[in-house]
């Protein structure tokens, strides 16, 4: 089975660009968790969705940052305009049942702006 | 606040000897604990987990020691292997789950 699969798995842009960050879900799992790792903070969550509905969005650093689950099985992060202390690694992760379990990592988006 | 203090932030372990990282907790509604491994350029795996009604548990070389009244978990790691080298995780979940910083564990050959 296909884990957690995310595009683009390097991204360097430059201040004020849009960046989407994209994730698809293991087949099955319901809930869908973005996290951000850097050295100083270790692994912050983000937003975290269920059964498609944003449950928790109270990590989002601010308004430049939105995240939605259009479907089931994908959803987006998007940073607009990027600075660069958003230079970070990404990752989205996914579990099923009501509440997280184990959870499923993808790879993670490295995203460097200049 | 940080929810989940873990330390050391990195340790160097000789082969064979006990690897030892330590995670405390503030938050009395969470009820699950896990323990995620992280390799270079991957994504964090669970590695084991616990639940506040077990002191302990244990998976081959690896072991979660729980104190429930002292709001401390940590884990052991014995017989320490140079393929143990990498970033260890403790968490711990009410409705999420929130991970500690990290320790950068290397364990020398």
């Known amino acids: 089975d296909a884990g957690v699969i995310q595009s683009p798995r390097h991204e360097v842009t430059e201040m004020g660009q849009e960046v989407t960050l994209r994730c698809k879900l293991i087949?099955?799992?319901?809930?869908l968790f973005w996290y951000r790792q850097t050295m100083m903070r270790g692994l912050e969550l983000l937003i975290y969705?269920?059964?498609?509905?944003?449950?928790?969005d109270s990590g989002m650093p601010e308004d430049r940052f939105s995240a939605k689950m259009p479907n089931a099985s994908f959803s987006t992060l998007k940073i607009q305009p990027s600075e660069p202390r958003d230079s970070a690694v990404y990752f989205c992760?996914?579990?099923?049942?009501?509440?997280?379990?184990?959870?499923?990592f993808g790879e993670g988006s490295r995203l460097t702006v200049l | 606040q940080q929810q989940v203090k873990q330390s050391p932030q990195s340790l160097i372990v000789q082969k064979g000897g006990i690897s030892i990282i330590n995670c405390a907790y503030e938050n009395t509604a969470f009820d699950y604990f896990p323990w995620y491994q992280q390799f270079p350029g991957k994504g964090p795996a669970l590695l084991i987990a616990i639940r506040p009604d077990v002191s302990e548990k244990k998976e081959g070389r690896f072991t979660i020691s729980f104190n429930k009244s002292a709001k401390q978990f940590s884990l052991h790691i014995m017989d320490s292997q140079p393929g143990d080298s990498a970033t260890y995780f403790c968490?711990?979940?009410?409705?999420?789950?929130?991970f500690g910083k990290g320790t950068r564990l290397h364990i020398l050959p």
């Open positions: 992760a996914s579990s099923s049942g009501g509440r997280p379990g184990e959870l499923f």
């Open positions: 087949s099955g799992h319901n809930s």
């Open positions: 969705f269920n059964n498609n509905v944003p449950i928790d």
């Open positions: 968490a711990a979940r009410d409705d999420k789950i929130i």
